[in-house]
Structures are given as C-alpha cells and as structure tokens.
C-alpha cells in the first residue's frame, strides 16, 4: 500500500530524492546543533544553497534544538517554500523515550508546517539512517504520528509525502502504512 485518505488529506510513499520533490515545505532530519550534516541533512543543504545555513545561524535557540523539536526555514533553491528542521531522536535501544521523542519530532514538523499554510508537505525518514532507529519501527511511529495529526488539526495540510530514499525503507513504510486506519 502506498497511499491512505485520513482527516480529509492524503499520506503518500514514493522512494526517492525528497530534494527533487515540489512540495510547499520539505522537512529535514537535522541534529540539535543546526549545523548541517551527512544523509538527508547534507543532501538539503546542498540542494538549497547557502542561504538556509545562514537563517538557522540568525534564528538557531542558544543551547541547540532539542530531541523532539523544529524550527522553519526558507528553503533557498529547493522546490518548496520552507525547510522545517526537526531533531530526532538517536536511537539507544528503544529504553530511552525514543518514540515519544520520533513523535514529537513528526508533530512539532507538522504544526510549524500548518502555521506557515502548507498544503502539502515531505518527510524523509527522520533517525533512521545516521541515528539508527530501526526502520520498521520508525515507520510505525511516523506514520502513526501524521496520520494522527491529519484526523485531529490537518489544518491547510492536504498531503503529506514521504520520501524514501532506499528501497528497504520504502518497503518497512509501506508495511506499516498498511496497519494505519483510514478515515
Ligand atoms: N532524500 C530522502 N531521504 C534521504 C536522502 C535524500 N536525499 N538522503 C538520505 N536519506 C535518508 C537515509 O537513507 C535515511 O533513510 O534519510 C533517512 C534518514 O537518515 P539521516 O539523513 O542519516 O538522518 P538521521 O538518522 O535522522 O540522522 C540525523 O545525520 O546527517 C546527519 O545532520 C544530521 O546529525 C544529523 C543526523
């Protein structure tokens, strides 16, 4: 299954490059610092241009983004209107809150995404890669969390896209959209 209806909007799976994706705001998995990394992270900034790190540098919060958080950006060159940046969690065995930490991450994304009018809006797969969060589990936590979202306060979210980079994810995404309720 690679596509639901819930709250009215759409969640949506395709694999690949989410920096080639129109959307109105493209969510990134950034860490705590804003400094940019490797993954998804290195791919949005290259794409995006200069430009995005030197809003995070004029807006980034004195001790860091927390786990769990976000904060918006314009989005340079990409094909979209915003960047959010959001902090998941680094996996540590599953004891650690990770969860309810991926859940506020998915959250936080998708009111900043909603106050800045977004009708449609891409993921990536937040902590699984360099942060090693267990893909199939991650999926089920994501997908969770947005369909959520979607039924209680969608607002102007229409569609929310996630963008897979390997087939793998896709695959563990897919999966577990299947267990989602539609509606
Ligand atoms: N488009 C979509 N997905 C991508 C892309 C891309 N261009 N590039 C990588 N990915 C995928 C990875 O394959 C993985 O499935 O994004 C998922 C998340 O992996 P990471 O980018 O490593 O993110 P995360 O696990 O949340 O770790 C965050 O990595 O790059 C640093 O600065 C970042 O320190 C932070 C940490």
Redesign the pocket.
């Known amino acids: 299954m690679t596509e639901i209806s819930v709250g009215g909007a759409r969640i949506r799976l395709v694999q690949?490059?989410?920096?080639r994706v129109p959307v109105d705001v493209i969510v990134n998995?950034?860490?705590s610092e804003l400094?940019?990394?490797?993954?998804?992270?290195?791919?949005?900034h290259r794409a995006g241009g200069p430009e995005i790190m030197l809003e995070l540098n004029r807006i980034r919060p004195k001790h860091g983004c927390p786990t769990g958080g976000a904060v918006i950006t314009g989005a340079g060159s990409l094909p979209a209107r915003f960047v959010v940046h959001a902090v998941?969690p680094v996996w540590r065995g599953g004891g650690f809150q990770e969860a309810l930490d991926l859940e506020a991450a998915y959250q936080k994304s998708l009111e900043l995404a909603a106050g800045s009018g977004a009708a449609t809006v891409s993921f990536?797969?937040?902590?699984?890669?360099?942060?090693?969060?267990p893909?199939a589990r991650a999926a089920g936590v994501a997908l969770a969390a947005v369909a959520g979202f979607l039924k209680a306060r969608g607002g102007t979210i229409r569609e929310v896209v996630f963008?897979?980079?390997?087939e793998g994810?896709f695959k563990a995404y897919e999966k577990a959209l299947s267990a989602i309720e539609p509606g």
Request: glycine share 26%.
């Open positions: 690949g490059d989410i920096t998995a950034a860490n400094i940019g990394g490797g993954g998804v992270d290195g791919a949005i998941g990536p797969s937040i902590s699984t890669g360099a942060y090693g969060y893909a963008v897979l980079f390997d994810t």
